[in-house]
C-alpha cells in the first residue's frame, strides 16, 4: 500500500516519530543561526509540516525550546556525574561543571533565552513539566558536586549549581557578540580585550571563586 | 506666530528636547511593561511622533535602549561612587553594589537584554559609543570598589564589578517570572521557593562569595 508522505500520525509511534522530527529540525536550526533567530514557522518548513501540524505537538516556538532545554539539561546532569563519579580533587569541580557546559554551546544559548522568552507563551503544563525537571535536575547535581566538593554543604553546591547556569547564560550571549558588536570588537582590540569575556576561562574563574567564597558565609546573617 | 505642534525640529536645542521626549517615553513604558514588550511604534505612539520621525533621533528600538543603559550606568556608578566614598566596612561594599542595582530595576532589566537584543540591530556609532562608555565607567567602578575593598587589587574588583553586572541582568529575569511562570509558582510553593530567586539577597550573597573567593585565586594557574 502507498501513502502520501505527510498524512496526520494516528499511531503513537509516527506522533512520537513526528515529535522527534520537531525537536530534531529545531535543534539543528537553533546550531546553525542561535536560539534566538528561529521561528515556529522555520521550524515547520525544516521539518516538511505545516504550521498547524506543529502546533499539534507542541503549542509554540517555546514549547519546542523548553523541551530541548529539559533534554540539554538531563545530558548536562549526566555528564557532570558520570564524571565526578571518578575520584575528584575538590579544586576540579568546578572545571568539570565549566567544562561541560563550554561542551554545550546550544543548553548554554537556551539558558541565556530561558527567563526572558522561552518561559514566555508557554502552557501551565509546559511550564510545569520543565520546573519540576529542573528542580529535579539542581538537587541532583548539588549532590554529586557536594560529594565530590566535602568543603560545600548540599545547599551550597545546588547554589553553586543555579549560578552555574545562570553565569553560562549570560556569559554565552555576551562572548558571542552580535555582528555590530564583533566589527566594533575588530577595529578597538581594548574594547574586545576588556568587555569580551572568554567563556570557559571567565566561567571556570567565577565559579572557583564562589565555590571557595559560599563556605566563608555560614557565619553571616543572611 | 502660532506653529502647528509637530513641525520637525530645526533647532538644536528642540533637538535636544525631542531626543529627550523619546527617552523619557521609552522609559517611562519599560518601567510599565518590561523593556522586552516595548516596540519603536509604542515609543513613537507615546512621544506623539511619527515612527519616521522618531528614527532621525535614534536609528533603531535598539538604539534607545542602549541609550538608556548608558544613563542608567552613569547613575548606578555616581551612586555606588558617592556611597563608597563614605567610610565603608569591607563587608558592606557588596551590599552598597548590591543595593544599588535592586533599587534600579530598569537598569537590571536592560542589563539582562543587552548581549541578546539591545546590541543587535544598531549601528557601529552607536555600538562605539556604549561600549566606551561601558569600559569607562567598569573601570571607575573597580577603582572605587578596591578602594573600599583593601583585600581586592583592582582587576579583581573590575571583574566583581562585571560579574554583579552579569548577574543582575539574570537574576532579574528569574526573579520576575513571567504569567505562566507565576502562575505555576502559586500552584507549586515547592517550585517557588526552589527556582526563584529572590533578587537582592540572592546577588549580595552571591557578590559575597565572589569577593570573598576572588583573592584566593591569585596563586593558582589561569
Not at 87 to 95: A, E, L, Q, S, Y
Request: hydrophobic content about 45%.
Amino acid at each position: 500500500m502507498t501513502r502520501p508522505t505527510f498524512v496526520r500520525a494516528r499511531r503513537p509511534e509516527h506522533k512520537q516519530q513526528r515529535r522527534e522530527a520537531i525537536l530534531e529540525a529545531a535543534r539543528r536550526l537553533a546550531l546553525e543561526s542561535g536560539v534566538r533567530n528561529v521561528t515556529l514557522g522555520g521550524v515547520a518548513t525544516a521539518v516538511g509540516l505545516a504550521k498547524s501540524n506543529v502546533v499539534r505537538y507542541f503549542g509554540t516556538r517555546e514549547e519546542i525550546y523548553l523541551e530541548l532545554l529539559s533534554e540539554a539539561g538531563r545530558d548536562w546532569h549526566d555528564a557532570v556525574v558520570q564524571r565526578l563519579g571518578a575520584p575528584t580533587p575538590p579544586g576540579d569541580v568546578v572545571t568539570v561543571l565549566a567544562e561541560t557546559l563550554a561542551e554545550r554551546p546550544l543548553f548554554c544559548d537556551l539558558l541565556g533565552q530561558l527567563s526572558q522568552h522561552l518561559e514566555h507563551n508557554v502552557s501551565l503544563t509546559a511550564a510545569r513539566a520543565f520546573k519540576e525537571t529542573a528542580l529535579e535536575l539542581t538537587t541532583g547535581l548539588g549532590r554529586a558536586v557536594a560529594r565530590a566538593h566535602p568543603e560545600l554543604t548540599v545547599d551550597e553546591a545546588v547554589e553553586l549549581t543555579h549560578l552555574a547556569a545562570w553565569l553560562a547564560g549570560c556569559l554565552y550571549a555576551a562572548s558571542h557578540p552580535s555582528p555590530a558588536i564583533a566589527e566594533l570588537y575588530q577595529q578597538e582590540p581594548h574594547l574586545l580585550a576588556a568587555l569580551c569575556p572568554p567563556f570557559l576561562p571567565t566561567l571556570r574563574r567565577a565559579l572557583a571563586a564562589l565555590a571557595a567564597g559560599l563556605p566563608t558565609l555560614r557565619d553571616q546573617p543572611a
